[in-house]
Each structure stands twice: as C-alpha cells, then as structure tokens.
C-alpha cells in the first residue's frame, strides 16, 4: 500500500470517531509543544538564513540551544496531579473548545472551494503535526482558519502550517511532516527559516521605531524565501497571535513588514486585518476612537455610520454604473469597464483624520471611494498602439466628465488631481476628484476615480506599488512616456516565473478526484484565483530577483545597539563595518569579529552572504 493510501485510510478511519472521543482519548498525554507563531525569543540564537544550526553568542549557561523530546508514553498533562473532578472538567473545556475549532475550520472549508477529501487530510495532520494534544490541535485548527478563510490557502499550505505551528524543529527527517509530501516539506522548512530571520531581527534590533529597519527585513524574508506561500503562512502567524496578545514588536511587524508583503500578495482582507490588529495593539485609544465613531449612529436612522457608508456606496456604484452604461458614445468606444467601491479601513482612516486634522470620520472626504477602470475598443485592426493609448486616455477624461454631471465636484473642496497628464515620480496615474453625493436627503461626500486597466496595473502591481530600493542614480525618467509604461508590462506579463510563484500551483484542479466531479463552481473559483492573483506574484517575484542581485541584508550585533542593514550585494565584512560607522558615528577598534559565531580574519576578504549576523565585540 502506498504513502497516500495509507493517509487516506487512516483519515477515512478517523472520521468514524468524534471530536470529543479523540480530544478525551489525546488529553492525558498532552505534550509540551512550543507555539511558533508566539515565539519571540529574547536570547541570542542567531541564525543564519537557509541553516538549520544555530549559533550561540550569549552566555550558553543562560541560552539553551536543545529540543527536548518528549516521549508520548510519559504522562506529561499540565492537569497531572490534580483532583479527578477538575481534571475531568479541564478535558471537557478543552473538548468543547477543540470541537469550536474544528467545526469552524470545517464550515469554512466547506464554504469554499475545499473538497471533503481535502479536509479529511487536514484533520488527520493537525492531529499528527500536534501528537494528539487536544490544546495545540484547537490552536493549529484557529490557525489553518485564517489561511483557509481569510487567504484562501491551498490544503498544502494549511498542512504545513499546523506543522509549523506545533513543531520547533524545522528538520523533517525528525518529524511527521514528510508523510505528507515534499511540497509540503519545502513549505515548512521555508516558512521555520523566515520565522528564524525573525526571531534573528527581535533579539538584536531593540529599536524599531525608524522605518528602515522595518523595510530592511522586510526585504530580507521577501529575498530569503523561496516560495510565496511561506510568506502567507508567516503573515498568517502574525495576525494569529496579535488576535491572542498585546504584543506590540509583533504589532509594529504587523503594521511594517507583513501587512505591505500582504499588498504585494495581493490579500487585502489580510492587509486589512494585519492593519486593524496592529492600530489596536500600538494605537488602543485611537482605535476606540476611531471605532466609535464609525459606530455611531447618524441622525435620523437606525443605521450606525459605517453602515450607512456601505449603503451609500452600493447605491452610488449602482446609479454609476448605469450612468456609463447608458452613455452613447462611453458604450460605443469602451471595450469594458469596472467600477468599484472601498470604505476607508480604521487604520487608514486615522491616519487620514491625523495628516487632515479631522475631528471626526465624516469629515474625512475620501472615506468612501468609487474607482472606474476601463478599456478602450480597438477601432480598427491595423491601429496603432499610440493612437489607441492616446484615446483611452480622452475617454478617461470623458468618463469623469460624465461623473461630474451626476456628482458635483464638492464646491468648497473639491480636490481635483490629474495624475494621467502629471503622473507621480513612482508611475502612478488616474484621475480623482471629491464628489458631492445626495443619498435619501443625506449630503455624503466621496472621491471618484478614473484611470484605465494599464494605469489600473502599474497602480497595483508596479512601480507605483513597488517598496523596492530607489536608484541612486541622479537621472531622471520620464515616467509617463509609453516606452516607459510598456516597459513595465514586460515585466508584467512576459516574464516567466518559477513554480514556486506561480499562483496555479497552489490551488489545482485535480480531476482524479472524486469529491471534486463535476464541481465546475470550485474550479472557477480556483481559476478565478489564480487570475487574480498571478499578476501580484510575478510583480512581487520581480521585485525580489532584483533585490537579490542588487542587495544583502545584513544583522550587525554589538554592545551598544544592533542592526540590520542593506549592502551592495557583493559587500565584504569590511562594507558593513562602513556601514556601521556612518550610521552610528563609533568606530570599531579593537575587540573582535564574529560572522555567524566564527571569528573573522581578514575583514576585506570576508564575503557576506543574506541573513549573515555579524557581532562587534569590544
């Protein structure tokens, strides 16, 4: 019999039983498992990327480096010892609580594009990745909630995760994850060694409050990783524990690192969360603040603000959508269009009252937003490129226009930008201005944006969006010239991407399935998926080649402060200690160099490789 059958008749086998016989039978053997998504060692275990091995360079009395092995034949029950009656209570709270867990990892899964075989196979990894402990296979299961309903992760993925999430040790030959496939071991080793960059970055770099920092490691999991889906299940563990703690370095992670990787991967909802979880944690005040006052209820309704903004928008998207639709000459020159609609986030939304110095969200005129995305027709077959550029260009003007006879500028304000003739320095064009909206004799303000699908792709997946290193060369470009829009698109569409960051591989149609027959609604759902994402992968894939031939992001570990930074990519140990004097001003005389443990001989010989921890010792 083979590997996978055997998973599956073990997982056909153990859906016979109950959640509750498997959590009581599990309970009395329950093994101390360190949480990784929780994990944020203040000790100087500094690893370095892609090694498994860590290297101590504090006190070895005061750090262990060891992994205790537990035998499962061991009573090991945090309730060992206690009276029969609370000991029975603790099993039945954390039954109740396991059965929580896994229905509404269940329900989630059913709800999309999951098939039944698919959840059978992650229910028997939670309980092998958590060795039946009943605690850790409830945390695992809230875990995989959040890829399955926040992200739509492959199974593949939610596997790896409930490894990574009950399992310190990234070594498969020492674990049960390799039953599961080699995918889903490259996937666990990939995401245990961005969590080691990460607890690298929490052990020396105490001052986080500057934003290089933040984008330096940022850049070092995005240049480190080999396979997106380690990205997502790292963001994932973020969001995780901030919705368990307080804790506000992860908070500040969030915030910087996770959520803007959360863009690039094109998961707003995640960004969005990572964002509200983070302003909660840093901001508690604002956030109720903020909050509030969305909860308030607006005079003479029923209806709290924020729902009235929903309310608001779908109208107002509604009459749009009809206005252009209706219109003679947008129809007969446009080959198709998209109109969209956004309420303000409570993060984005403070950050806005702060720079506006708004006392309140309704004064804020871009809360709610209706973006326009078109495409012109093509008039005839021999027509060039220019000429047809040169009209989608006009008929975004024209489709503004049409807006402004429905929506009024607002007659104060009614900041007008025009971004296509005047395109910011990152690429970024489209036209915005603030509308005056009446809604059921309620006056509401929006901004209405119009710009067409290339302008639309350069805004999400490039240069506009693009948190790569500028060039430090002094020449300028003309960012708005056709050749330079074109070149963008090459990269765009052109590029053939490995299959670690190809969105199809994560999610595919397996027809040899028997649970997915004829189910054409999940793998539309699957292709649309892919399409949608496979445009922000390519993009962020680019970025992440040209960091790597471009830059090494170094950790630089001494006495008075540590560091990371980005040096050219063929730096020497003797370039970071450049480095290291411009930004603090000290020079290093004396002591010794440590590269990862080892001492350095000669400092301009000395290559440096990414993740590389580099200590001054006085």
């Not at 302003?279 to 969305?294: A, G, K």
């Not at 209405?448 to 969006?465: C, T």
């Amino acid at each position: 019999m083979t590997t996978n059958s055997k998973i599956r008749t073990t997982m056909y086998k153990r859906e016979m039983l109950t959640v509750a016989i498997l959590a009581m039978t599990a309970g009395v053997n329950s093994l101390s498992v360190a949480n990784p998504s929780k994990r944020r060692p203040r000790s100087a275990l500094h690893y370095r990327a892609g090694d498994s091995s860590t290297v101590s360079l504090e006190n070895p009395l005061t750090t262990s480096t060891t992994n205790a092995v537990i035998s499962p034949n061991l009573p090991q029950h945090a309730d060992f010892g206690l009276p029969d009656q609370m000991f029975e209570e603790n099993i039945a709270e954390k039954s109740k609580q396991l059965h929580e867990s896994m229905e509404q990892l269940r329900n989630a899964m059913v709800n999309s594009f999951y098939t039944d075989s698919e959840i059978l196979k992650l229910n028997f990894a939670i309980e092998e990745a958590a060795l039946g402990d009943t605690k850790l296979m409830s945390e695992a299961a809230d875990f995989c909630y959040i890829l399955a309903d926040t992200m739509d992760m492959g199974v593949h993925v939610l596997i790896a995760a409930a490894f990574h999430y009950c399992q310190t040790n990234d070594d498969s030959s020492k674990s049960n994850v390799a039953m599961f496939g080699d995918q889903v071991v490259e996937l666990f080793q990939n995401a245990a060694s961005l969590e080691k960059l990460e607890d690298v970055f929490s052990s020396i770099v105490h001052h986080t409050h500057g934003l290089a920092r933040w984008d330096h490691l940022r850049n070092l999991l995005l240049t480190d990783t080999g396979d997106w889906r380690a990205l997502a299940i790292r963001s994932a563990a973020c969001l995780h524990t901030l919705k368990q703690t307080e804790d506000k370095m992860m908070a500040r992670e969030a915030l910087h690192t996770f959520a803007p990787l959360a863009t690039r991967l094109g998961m707003h909802r995640l960004k969005n969360e990572l964002e509200g979880e983070a302003f909660r944690v840093l901001y508690p005040r604002q956030y109720d603040s903020v909050t509030q006052l969305s909860s308030e209820m607006k005079s003479g309704n029923n209806n709290t603000i924020a729902e009235r903004m929903q309310q608001v928008l779908a109208s107002a998207k509604e009459d749009m959508e009809a206005v252009l639709a209706g219109d003679a000459v947008f129809s007969n020159t446009t080959e198709r269009f998209e109109v969209t609609a956004r309420v303000k986030e409570p993060y984005s939304m403070w950050r806005k009252m702060l720079r506006q110095r708004s006392s309140h969200v309704l004064n804020v005129p871009d809360a709610i937003a209706l973006r326009i995305v078109l495409k012109s027709k093509q008039l005839a077959p021999q027509e060039p490129e220019q000429v047809r550029k040169a009209r989608e260009r006009a008929l975004c003007y024209y489709a503004q226009h049409l807006c402004q006879q429905t929506w009024e500028p607002l007659s104060n304000n009614p900041r007008t930008k025009d971004y296509i003739e005047n395109p910011k320095p990152n690429g970024y064009q489209s036209l915005h201005y603030t509308a005056s909206n009446h809604w059921k004799g309620e006056r509401w303000t929006m901004e209405i944006q119009v710009r067409s699908e290339e302008m639309h792709k350069v805004a999400e997946y490039g240069l506009a969006a693009h948190w790569d290193y500028k060039s430090k060369s002094s020449s300028k470009k003309d960012y708005s010239s056709d050749a330079y829009l074109a070149s963008l698109q090459e990269w765009h569409w052109e590029q053939k991407q490995p299959s670690c960051w190809d969105a199809h591989n994560d999610v595919q149609i397996d027809t040899t399935d028997p649970f997915n027959d004829g189910n054409d609604e999940r793998n539309d759902f699957i292709q649309n998926r892919a399409k949608h994402l496979e445009p922000y992968l390519e993009a962020l894939n680019k970025a992440k080649l040209t960091l790597e031939e471009q830059y090494k992001f170094i950790f630089i570990n001494s006495v008075d402060e540590g560091n990371i930074v980005a040096l050219p990519a063929h730096a020497s140990v003797y370039d970071a200690l450049e480095e290291s004097v411009r930004q603090t001003g000290k020079e290093f005389v004396g002591g010794s160099l440590l590269l990862n443990g080892s001492r350095v001989e000669n400092v301009k010989t000395s290559s440096l490789e990414n993740g590389d921890v580099l200590t001054l010792q006085m």
